[in-house]
């Protein structure tokens, strides 16, 4: 059974950090696609970062040279680093698992970021 647990989120001000951390459990982390999403009120849910497995990190142009995701295969976790945070990063934050040799994918249950003076 996947499971895919997300913490670190809270309240932050302009310009604050925070940093999320995903663990998972149920699969083979090495060989699974991990991903941060991240949906903001009204709003669809977008692509923050994506951590291939093989193939290297890619951030959405919003995030970059702000946030920092990475990934630890012998812990089985992803970490999302958010700086210079701004209030339109407020969302929750979602962590999503792909496993390449099953073709499907798992959700965590969301973190919720806010971020506001």
């Known amino acids: 059974q996947v499971q895919l647990v997300e913490s670190g989120g809270g309240l932050v001000q302009p310009g604050g950090s925070l940093r999320l951390s995903c663990g998972a459990s149920?699969?083979?982390?090495?060989?699974?696609?991990m991903s941060w999403y991240r949906q903001a009120p009204g709003k669809e849910r977008e692509l923050v970062a994506a951590l291939r497995a093989f193939y290297g990190t890619q951030y959405a142009d919003s995030v970059k040279g702000r946030f920092t995701a990475s990934r630890d295969n012998a812990k089985n976790a992803v970490y999302l680093q958010m700086n210079s945070l701004k209030p339109e990063d407020t969302a929750v934050y979602y962590c999503?698992?792909?496993?390449?040799?099953?073709?499907?994918?798992?959700w965590g249950q969301g973190t919720q970021v806010t971020v506001s003076s």
């Open positions: 149920g699969l083979t982390f090495s060989r699974t696609d």
């Open positions: 999503k698992a792909y496993r390449l040799a099953a073709g499907d994918d798992y």
